[in-house]
């Protein structure tokens, strides 16, 4: 497959205009290409296709198809193999369009009833949190782009995330679900750690738990960045197991539903930190023993 020789500016067609899709949308539009057409049923859809792809006419699916040169897919992970099959199924895709959805959880395998009609398929998932709000065309400045392509395709991939400001990382097809893994577990379950963290206070009668946290996430966050495991402090990396055993006994009593978040991840920070050398084997023993009798006594 040979990589098609981009125009100067495409008429793009964004199919979902959510949250991401309207963004990526006006990013691209911002860039000079045109926005000629979106999708988008729901009141929000309504709503911010017309706050951030200002006179940009909403079609059904096979509509935008027929319009674009460059068809975004910002659609559910669950949704985008059912729609690009069904719009193969329409006829609606034609040889040298250009193809990318913002799954990050699929590469472009997901995209084979397309390719099969002559598309030219990518994968670019913006590994970032959208509001759907203008202040995230701003924040899409640096903002890693996870990418997938046929090996032809890479420098018209790479290019658009460049366009929108992002910063193209390769990622092979085999790998993908992999790293939208790794996304969820850094982005998604940080959310419910934190908010299970700021209940935990309010419940101690801290009224305004933000501020109590907000210093200390931040540094911890950037100290694992720089630091890796080397950044890991508290209880468990210093094999204090009768402070860990005290925090089982407060959290069964007060809040149950947190003890099994807790039990696992102590365990996994004390198989970092024995690994990081932060943790000795002797220390982590007792650790170990607390966390083990509280899984055997909630199982009893």
């Known amino acids: 497959m040979n990589g098609p020789k981009r125009a100067a500016r495409l008429d793009v067609g964004v199919i979902g205009a959510g949250r991401v899709g309207s963004v990526l949308g006006a990013a691209l539009g911002r860039a000079g290409h045109r926005v000629v057409a979106a999708s988008g049923v729901s009141r929000e859809s309504v709503r911010r296709a017309a706050h951030l792809l200002p006179g940009v006419p909403l079609l059904p699916a096979d509509e935008v198809v027929t319009r674009a040169g460059l068809v975004v897919l910002a659609v559910p992970d669950d949704v985008l193999g059912p729609l ?19 799954s990050g959880a699929h590469g472009v395998a997901v995209l084979d009833p397309a390719a099969r009609a002559g598309v030219l398929p990518m994968a670019l998932h913006p590994a970032m949190t959208f509001a759907g709000q203008p202040d995230d065309l701003q ?28 910063e193209p990382v390769w990622v092979p097809e085999e790998t993908r679900p992999l790293y939208h893994a790794a996304l969820v577990v850094g982005a998604n379950h940080l959310v ?52 860990v055993a005290a925090h089982l006994r407060v959290l069964s009593a007060h809040a149950p539903d947190s003890v099994p978040a807790y039990v696992a991840m102590a365990r996994l920070t004390a198989d970092r930190a024995l690994a990081a050398g932060r943790l000795r084997t002797a220390q982590a023993g007792p650790l170990l023993d607390a966390l083990a009798a509280r899984t055997d006594g909630a199982r009893t």
């Open 139 to 166: 924040r899409l400045g640096g903002v890693s782009f996870g990418v997938t392509t046929p090996d032809p395709l890479r420098p018209v991939a790479e290019a658009l995330v460049l366009e929108m400001g992002g």
């Open 84 to 102: 690009v099959a069904g719009l193969a199924d329409t006829g609606a895709w034609r040889a040298g369009q250009l193809v990318a959805h913002t």
């Open 192 to 243: 419910t750690l934190v908010n299970d963290a700021a209940d935990l206070l309010r419940r101690a009668g801290v009224e305004r738990p933000g501020r109590v946290l907000g210093p200390l996430l931040d540094a911890a966050l950037d100290n694992a960045l720089r630091a890796g495991d080397a950044a890991l402090t508290g209880p468990v990396s210093r094999g204090d197991a009768g402070t």
